[in-house]
């Protein structure tokens, strides 16, 4: 979400006839898109906007503007102001899209220009995008959020949950197609309860819309959340020859107790049974997911319970994380915060059965041949790399430049989440 929104903040800029540099000893404007879900993200971002301040003695006229979910949160874009009174432009998530005029307006004044609206305002539709992914390409369906789990800072900081109309998300994906993009992964805070404020849609008539364009591509599309994935999503996606054979369910713990106060609106159960309706429609998927230890009051059987889901469920592939206390949030006020070494425990066991499931996992990708998107090239092993349809990675050597083109790989040497081959 957040690279997709540089690459909008990018697309603005080269708009006014800016180009980016490798240097900030040559720029004109330097843009911070801030991020807030982890406190060390904003601790990372406040520590390079003060490096910042030399150079802007030395060179008055830079710009410099911070922007993203750190300057939405409630007074924070005034305490930046005043930590940090040489920055020229604040402005917030419900602002980016206004971003071209907030610079123009600071063009003509010297004082510090501070736009966060609280309230999120409707979709604007048309922003240019300087997209960097090629050959994948980022696509918004909705912004904000609904779900207010307690733990998470997102729905205060971008807002309710709004939905991109049916047809301009379609027109998008065909003209990425047409320009040659080969992967589109539709973005939202939760995809599956697209279309919730529209009428006659929902998520699973825009896979079957996006599924409908002619072209050689593949559809992915993040975050889901399991209380809104249903039977005739999983319809959908299976009778799709576009969505790659992957979903990401986050899950973020297998305690029911631990649920219940994260308010994820389903139990242990509910999401087993996700698994297995996922299962029965499409045997050979590749689930990955989320999972936070450490959350306020996690006791080692909660830990269990979390573990135990784990080799249950065989995932290929999690991003775990340590609960990381933000405020303003419920769970912030919790009692019973877990110590910081019995988080650190606790994640290091879970990655290393996840490294275990990943591995065996691995091993049956040996002298099996796949169709590989390239994606990019990797200078330090001199290989190309790319994922199946399952979202495996996997490492092949070829003189010719074969970024954004299928290829078929024979798989020979497997790893833990990689693989390496040779093009067949």
């Known amino acids: 979400m957040n690279l997709h929104e540089s690459e909008k903040i990018a697309g603005i800029l080269t708009d006014l006839g800016y180009t980016a540099t490798d240097s900030e000893l040559n720029a004109d404007i330097i843009v911070f898109n801030t991020c807030c879900i982890r406190e060390n993200a904003e601790d990372r971002a406040e520590g390079n906007i003060g490096a910042l301040k030399k150079l802007k003695k030395q060179n008055k006229n830079v710009i410099i503007a911070v922007g993203g979910c750190m300057t939405q949160q409630p007074n924070s874009a005034q305490k930046l102001h005043e930590k940090f009174p040489f920055i020229d432009i604040i402005f917030g998530t419900h602002n980016l899209e206004r971003f071209k005029e907030l610079l123009e307006a600071k063009l003509k004044q010297k004082k510090t220009l501070i736009c966060v609206d609280e309230k999120e305002g409707e979709i604007i539709e048309g922003t240019p995008k300087n997209r960097t992914s090629y050959p994948n390409a980022w696509v918004n369906i909705t912004y904000g959020c609904n779900n207010f789990c307690t733990y998470c800072i997102v729905p205060y900081v971008r807002g309710r949950e709004r939905s991109r109309k049916i047809e301009n998300i379609v027109k998008e994906c065909r003209e990425l197609v047409a320009q040659g993009y080969k992967e589109i992964t539709l973005l939202g805070q939760n995809v599956n309860s697209y279309g919730n404020d529209l009428q006659d ?224």
């Open 201 to 424: 849609t929902d998520f699973a008539k825009l896979i079957k819309e996006v599924s409908s364009i002619e072209g050689d591509f593949r559809l992915r599309f993040m975050t889901n959340h399991p209380k809104d994935f249903n039977e005739n999503l999983i319809k959908a996606i299976s009778e799709s020859n576009k969505v790659c054979r992957s979903v990401h369910l986050p899950v973020q713990a297998g305690s029911n107790r631990i649920l219940k106060l994260m308010n994820r609106k389903y139990t242990r159960e509910d999401y087993i049974d996700k698994i297995k309706l996922l299962r029965k429609y499409i045997p050979d998927v590749a689930i990955t997911t989320d999972i936070m230890v450490g959350f306020p009051t996690e006791t080692e059987e909660d830990f269990e319970d979390t573990v135990n889901l784990v080799k249950e469920v065989g995932f290929s592939g999690a991003f775990t994380f340590i609960y990381s206390k933000r405020s303003g949030t419920p769970a912030a006020k919790m009692d019973g915060q877990v110590e910081e070494e019995v988080s650190k425990r606790r994640i290091m066991k879970l990655i290393d059965i996840q490294n275990s499931i990943n591995r065996k996992q691995s091993e049956t990708y040996q002298n099996a041949t796949i169709e590989i998107l390239c994606e990019d090239y990797d200078e330090k092993k001199k290989m190309y790399l790319g994922r199946d349809t399952y979202g495996r990675m996997a490492y092949f050597s070829s003189l010719e430049n074969l970024i954004g083109k299928f290829v078929n790989v024979k798989i020979t040497k497997t790893g833990g989440i990689s693989l390496i081959g040779e093009i067949v």
